[in-house]
C-alpha cells in the first residue's frame, strides 16, 4: 500500500502529458482541415495543378493528426510496477549499505543470518517455504534455494552478490537497484 501513492502520482504525470500531446495533435488537425478548406474555396491562390496535390497532402496530414491524437486519448498508460525484491543474506547487507528505503522479502532462512540492527532498521518481510519444495534447487545452496523459490512465487527478482539467471529468475546485483 505504500507504493500506491507514488505509482498513482507516476500515473497521473503520464495522463496529463498524454492529454496535453493529444489535445495538440488534434487542434493542429483543425487548423490544416480549415488551412485545406481555405485552399479548396480560393480563398488562398494556388494554381490549378498544385491546388489538388496541396488538398490532398492537407488532407492525409489533418486525417494523420486526428487519428494519432485519437488514439493517444482513448488509450491508458500502464504503470510499470516495481519488482518485488527477494534477497539473500549478501544482498541485504549490500541493500542496508545503500540504505535501499523499499520493502524487501527473505525468508525465514536467511532471516537467521542477518545481524539483528539489519533486521530492524530495513523494512524487510518474512516469508516461509516449504523446505521440500526448496530441496529441488539445493545444488545452488540453502539459502539460495529458498530464495529461488520465494522470488517464484513472488515473481520477483533475487538480489545477491553476483549477476546470473537461475532457475529463470533474474538474479541481479544491489548495485542494479533503483533508489
Keep these: ?3 500506491l501513492e507514488p505509482l498513482m502520482e507516476e500515473i497521473l504525470r503520464k495522463i496529463r502529458f498524454r492529454d496535453t500531446i493529444s489535445a495538440i495533435l488534434i487542434s493542429s488537425a483543425f487548423v490544416i ?3 485545406l478548406m481555405l485552399v479548396i474555396l480560393d480563398v488562398i491562390a494556388v494554381s490549378g495543378l498544385m491546388k489538388g496535390t496541396i488538398s490532398i497532402s492537407l488532407l492525409i496530414i489533418s486525417w494523420a ?3 494519432s491524437g485519437i488514439y493517444l486519448l482513448t488509450s491508458f498508460p500502464a504503470p510499470r510496477l516495481p519488482s518485488k525484491l527477494v534477497a539473500d543474506s549478501s544482498g541485504v547487507m549490500a541493500l542496508f549499505e545503500r540504505r535501499y528505503p ?3 522479502y527473505v525468508t525465514r532462512e536467511t532471516f537467521k543470518r542477518l ?3 539489519v533486521g530492524l532498521r530495513m523494512n524487510i518481510e518474512v516469508l516461509e517455504i516449504d523446505p521440500e519444495e526448496a530441496k529441488k534447487f539445493e545444488k545452488y545452496g540453502e539459502e539460495l534455494s ?3 523459490l520465494a522470488a517464484k512465487n513472488l515473481k520477483g527478482k533475487i538480489v545477491s552478490s ?3 539467471k537461475l532457475e529463470g ?3 541481479i546485483r544491489a548495485e542494479d537497484v533503483k533508489i
Excluded: N
Design 1 to 3: 500500500m505504500e507504493d
Design 33 to 35: 482541415f480549415g488551412l
Design 65 to 67: 493528426l486526428m487519428v
Design 102 to 104: 523499499g520493502k524487501i
Design 115 to 117: 545481524p539483528p540492527a
Design 146 to 148: 529458498h530464495a529461488i
Design 162 to 164: 553476483e549477476r546470473k
Design 169 to 171: 529468475i533474474e538474479v
